[in-house]
């Protein structure tokens, strides 16, 4: 080793993993010093900033349902509120009185800086910075659930993926929870050992009392006849979670779409359909569905499952949090992993 310096001799030793965390600590360092230098503009009391999944989905999950309830007081009392949301693809659709912002890292310092309130269903990125009297909301995307989360997920748990919890948890005022079963695994699963909100799970509501008109509205917005029978099938997020790249895999472990219907018409009777819902990591980089068309219609790619949640009367995962959402509805629900060993391994 004569001649190498004893960085060089320490560089060479450092293993994949060491060299991809210093170089996304290195970018969000960089990245750190747009935030800070938004902080010459003043906080505004009345702004509060929506963020679901990083930017990658539109009005949808507990943040829309606590933006519906803001606009509503809004009007009522004209609180001269700026709710902006946070949002990769500009083409979503927003109610009025909500100002979207595409999520580029200039727009999300500038917005997040100068709030009073940040409202999230995930993890904010390693460069986020928050300012002191600033408040940051987590209303997490997946409160009961088969998955293990955070240090649950035991030698899986990466060290980057630690390094972005921690980074996120530390920032974080209030946890919204809604059960002691979730409640108790924040601090192991989300990193997080503050003060919890247990006040239900927003996005639930909907599931709730008379689903007439959502039944109605699934039908119409699909073309589908008035008694249409649905199983919405929502298989969750597959590869690249416990490593450096996230390279989402596609759906490569579904049923068999007829023969599940012919099954689900054998056994309760009526004219079946099924809804696909494919992962949002996966339709964030435009992966689709690889049947739809008939009695198989792809759903993948609307903002906000519950809508269409509401209106089913049977539901279909491998591992996704939605079965334990759907439970409100007194549904069918069916759990298909076939994959059960590969997945726990992974």
């Known amino acids: 080793m004569r001649g190498l310096s004893r960085e060089k001799t320490q560089g060479c030793r450092m293993t994949r993993e060491e060299r991809y965390i210093r170089r996304r600590l290195r970018r969000a360092r960089r990245q750190a010093q747009t935030f800070y230098e938004c902080r010459r503009f003043p906080i505004q009391p009345k702004k509060i900033v929506f963020t679901t999944i990083e930017g990658t989905t539109g009005f949808s999950c507990h943040p829309k349902y606590i933006a519906l309830e803001l606009l509503r007081r809004n009007r009522e009392t004209q609180m001269g509120l700026d709710l902006v949301w946070l949002v990769d693809d500009m083409e979503k659709q927003f109610p009025a009185g909500i100002r979207k912002v595409r999520n580029t890292l200039r ?3 500038y917005e ?27 209303t997490w995307h997946g409160m009961i659930g088969f998955k293990p989360i955070g240090r649950m997920r035991g030698a899986s748990f990466s060290r980057i993926a630690y390094l972005v919890s921690k980074h996120d948890a530390d920032m974080v005022d209030a946890e919204l929870t809604d059960s002691d079963w979730f409640s108790r695994i924040i601090p192991e699963g989300l990193l997080y050992d503050g003060p919890l909100l247990k006040f239900g799970a927003p996005r639930c509501d909907i599931l709730h009392g008379d689903r007439s ?45 007829q023969r599940l219907l012919a099954a689900l018409k054998e056994r309760f009777g009526g004219d079946w359909y099924l809804f696909l819902r494919l992962h949002p990591q996966l339709v964030a980089r435009h992966m689709e569905a690889s049947a739809h068309g008939g009695r198989i219609i792809d759903v993948s790619h609307v903002d906000d499952v519950y809508e269409i949640l509401a209106g089913c009367d049977a539901f279909l995962t491998d591992y996704s949090s939605l079965a334990f959402d759907a439970t409100h509805l007194r549904i069918p629900i069916f759990v298909y992993a076939n994959d059960f060993e590969a997945y726990v391994a992974e």
């Open 107 to 109: 727009n999300r310092a």
């Open 112 to 138: 997040l800086s100068t709030a009073q309130v940040w409202v999230d269903n995930s993890r904010k990125q390693l460069e986020v910075r928050k300012r002191p009297g600033q408040f940051y909301l987590q």
């Open 213 to 257: 008109a959502a039944r109605r509205a699934v039908r119409e917005r699909f073309g589908l006849p008035a008694d249409a029978n649905i199983i919405l099938y929502a298989p969750t997020f597959r590869g690249g979670s416990q490593g450096t790249q996230r390279e989402v895999r596609k759906l490569d472990c579904a049923p068999d779409d």
